[in-house]
């Protein structure tokens, strides 16, 4: 035999094992919340270098989006930053079958405004006045100390769980109106470009968002958002982030969640803005 059919057995051998692996392989779809889908990206890159069994896959969407692709079968696991709702549960749950919340970590929704109005003086805000912007009470930074300019309010498309988090507990109801958003961002990272290159705006965000970078965060009640605040309650947009599965959790998604839970996937949230559970 000369080399040059050696070398093709060789490359056969190769390309059939390589079939075999993939075909072995099985894939666990994970989807949702833009919050939670730094800390699930990072988790998966580890977790699918690791092992050869399962290969996460990671997309965005929101909150919403996750729970619908869990409950009618695109996804097996979603990352949600908000609980699940009752009118989600009489949707899709039987006697039988029910969902799982699994907290992943703890997170915070941050109040940012632009930096020229930070640097005018607005460094806190009240849960009222926040509310009073966003229902269009308050209209002028100047009514808040800050310069004589108009208010840019940045809000959250519907099915984020930021959102329904932030309009709970500052708007009263998860179903508020908030006639005074100018615009409704599709993620955590479009709040924190927008506020940093306009002169007048205010947003809200995910924690993680604001630990790189300089994003301009004021406190909320007199409490900055901090790893100690945010776990004991004292901030007032503190909450906790899911993954979410209906029923039991397949044997892949299972692995992927005891991965995330064990001390190297807190150990990759702790490093990137997350707060473990």
Not at 81 to 87: F, G, T
Not at 109 to 125: A, H, Q, R
């Amino acid at each position: 035999m000369n080399a040059e059919s050696m070398l093709w057995i060789l490359l056969l051998i190769f390309v059939m094992a390589g079939a075999e692996g993939s075909a072995r392989e099985v894939t666990v779809a994970v989807s949702g919340s833009s919050t939670v889908m730094p800390m699930a990206e990072l988790a998966a890159e580890e977790f699918n270098m690791l092992q050869d069994d399962f290969k996460v896959n990671v997309k965005s969407g929101g909150s919403g989006v996750g729970i619908v692709d869990v409950a009618e079968g695109r996804s097996d696991i979603a990352m949600s930053s908000r609980e699940i709702q009752l009118a989600e549960r009489q949707r899709y749950e039987t006697p039988k079958v029910r969902f799982f919340e699994l907290p992943v970590g703890y997170d915070a929704i941050c109040l940012v405004v632009s930096p020229d109005v930070y640097n005018e003086g607005v460094t806190s805000l009240t849960c009222d006045e926040v509310r009073r912007i966003y229902s269009g009470d308050i209209t002028n930074w100047e009514e808040l100390g800050g310069p004589n300019t108009e208010i840019f309010a940045i809000g959250r498309r519907p099915g984020s769980g930021t959102r329904d988090t932030f309009n709970e507990i500052i708007m009263g109801s998860k179903e508020a109106e908030t006639p005074a958003v100018s615009y409704d961002a599709g993620e955590s990272s479009e709040v924190k470009f927008s506020t940093q290159r306009s002169d007048n705006a205010i947003g809200y965000m995910g924690y993680s968002f604001v630990m790189k970078g300089d994003a301009k965060v004021i406190a909320l009640d007199g409490v900055q958002p901090s790893i100690e605040s945010i776990k004991s309650g004292a901030y007032p947009l503190a909450r906790k982030l899911y993954f979410i599965t209906l029923g039991k959790p397949s044997p892949g998604a299972n692995a992927f969640i005891d991965y995330i839970l064990s001390p190297d996937g807190q150990k990759i949230a702790i490093e990137n803005g997350f707060i473990p559970v």
